[in-house]
C-alpha cells in the first residue's frame, strides 16, 4: 500500500479529489500522525509519475500552510516516514524534514520505501557476512 501524509486538511482534500479525478478510489483516513491517502502498490508507473509531481506540490502547499500558521517564536517542522515492521505494524519515524525534501527531490517515494525497507530488513535480519557473499 503506498501512503501519502498531509498534515492540513486541505491539501489533503485536494489531492484525494486528483486522485478521484484520475479514477482511483483512494482510502483516505485522519489519523493521529496527520491525514492519510493509501493507494494499491499495483497503481499504473506512468499514473504513479504524476502522482508524484501533484503530490510534491501539495507538500509545498501544505508546507505554505504550516509555516503561515506557525507562530514566528515557536517555528517547528516536522516529518515522518513509514517504517513497514516484519511483524505487520507500521510505525512512523521521526525525519528532518529538509533532509526529506532533499531526498524526495532525487527518489521517488517508492524508492525511499525500498530503500528504508531494506535497511529494516537488515536490522530485523542481521546477516553479518559482506555484501559480496551475500549475492
Not at 509545498?60 to 505487520?88: I, P, R, W, Y
Request: glycine fraction near 6%; charged fraction near 30%; hydrophobic fraction near 40%.
Amino acid at each position: 500500500m503506498l501512503e501519502y501524509i498531509f498534515f492540513d486538511e486541505r491539501p489533503w482534500h485536494k489531492f484525494a479529489g486528483y486522485l478521484r479525478k484520475m479514477g482511483l478510489d483512494p482510502l483516505t483516513a485522519s489519523e493521529d500522525q496527520g491525514f492519510m491517502v493509501r493507494l494499491p502498490d499495483d497503481t499504473d508507473d506512468d499514473l504513479m509519475e504524476r502522482i508524484e509531481a501533484y503530490y510534491d506540490e501539495m507538500l509545498d502547499m501544505n508546507e505554505a500552510l504550516f509555516v503561515e500558521q506557525a507562530d514566528a517564536s515557536e517555528h517547528q517542522h516536522a516529518a515522518g516516514v513509514s517504517v513497514n515492521l516484519s511483524d505487520g505494524r507500521t510505525v512512523q519515524a521521526l525525519v528532518d524534514p529538509g533532509q526529506l525534501n532533499r531526498i524526495l527531490d532525487v527518489l521517488s517515494i517508492d524508492e525511499l520505501g525500498s530503500f528504508i525497507n531494506a535497511i529494516v530488513d537488515a536490522v530485523e535480519n542481521p546477516d553479518e557476512r559482506s555484501v559480496c557473499r551475500r549475492i
